[in-house]
């Protein structure tokens, strides 16, 4: 099966499908040991790679060349791509997506904001005609071959985000995201409005929507789940303790015991990703 039809399936299934965002290979690496699937999210790459807030800074093929890499190392995990606005131009988002699909990305989520862009949390989002947006979604349905297109709006007015919400539901994207949802109310007002199209649901910590479980998004009609930035914030929580404490240690690293990483830990786990080691993780 495709990388794009198994996302597809578990989509379809009757259980949610939780999606982690990661920022590099190594977040990657802890994260494929805790779930079946990775979003990687524009917030967490331009952060990573280019240190700069995600407002238009990523290049198409930084994250083509950063996908690639993951799908050799993680040949099993679901890849949901965050591409943006495509890249601004409708034919660099086909030309992207034919890209991502060759190469073993499961998915894309195709935005309607224009430039310069802005985390779907935040304000100061402006957004294309809707008839420009659908003009370069309907091209990048066109053009894929099996890959999961995510349709997302970043509409803010509230008659706007449920009109877009129809207009997407009626194309053939396979999952439709409203960002920065805020309320439990409006997800119900978004699944009524998109009838059975699948729904996908985006929470990030500090941002606008609200905190739900799995269970509590299953019951609101959810099918997809993709949490940005968890491991990019618990990296900037940890390195940020673990460098005050060496600071006012005076250079002396911690006692080392048991719950401790090390280099053998560390090595163990990226062992698993070599590539002499697939053949063993595929045929698992």
């Known amino acids: 099966m495709s990388y794009g039809n198994s996302l597809r399936q578990d989509i379809h299934n009757d259980a949610i499908t939780p999606l982690i965002g990661i920022y590099d290979m190594y977040s990657a690496s802890l994260a494929s040991q805790h779930f079946g699937g990775m979003f990687v999210s524009g917030f967490g790459f331009a952060a990573s790679y280019y240190g700069l807030p995600d407002i238009g800074f990523i290049a198409w093929p930084d994250i083509v060349d950063f996908v ?10 679901h890849l949901l791509v965050d591409i943006d606005d495509g890249y601004v131009d409708t034919e660099v988002a086909c030309h992207v997506i034919t890209h991502l699909e060759r190469i073993g990305a499961s ?39 099996d890959l999961v297109v995510v349709a997302r709006t970043d509409a803010t007015e509230e008659s706007d985000i449920l009109y877009r919400a129809a207009a997407m ?25 998109v009838g059975d199209k699948p729904l996908l649901f985006n929470q990030i910590a500090g941002g606008l929507s609200p905190r739900l479980s799995l269970p509590e998004l299953q019951d609101l009609g959810v099918n997809v789940a993709i949490y940005s930035t968890p491991c990019l914030f618990a990296a900037h929580t940890a390195i940020t303790d673990a460098l005050t404490q060496l600071r006012a240690d005076e250079g002396r690293l911690p006692e080392f015991d048991d719950s401790s990483i090390g280099v053998a830990a560390s090595l163990s786990m990226l062992e698993r990703n070599m590539a002499r080691h697939r053949k063993v993780r595929l045929a698992a």
């Not at 304000?123 to 053009?143: C, R």
């Not at 539901?169 to 409005?193: F, N």
């Open 107 to 145: 998915g894309v989520i195709l935005e309607d904001q224009k430039r310069p862009r802005r985390c779907g949390h935040v304000s100061g989002k402006q957004i294309l005609p809707l008839d420009e947006y659908l003009e370069k979604l309907n091209l990048v349905l066109e053009t894929r071959s």
């Open 68 to 77: 690639q890499r993951l799908r050799l190392a993680f040949p099993h995990q």
């Open 169 to 193: 539901a009626d194309t053939e994207a396979d999952v439709l995201l409203v960002d920065g949802v805020r309320s439990v109310e409006w997800i119900r007002k978004v699944r009524k409005v």
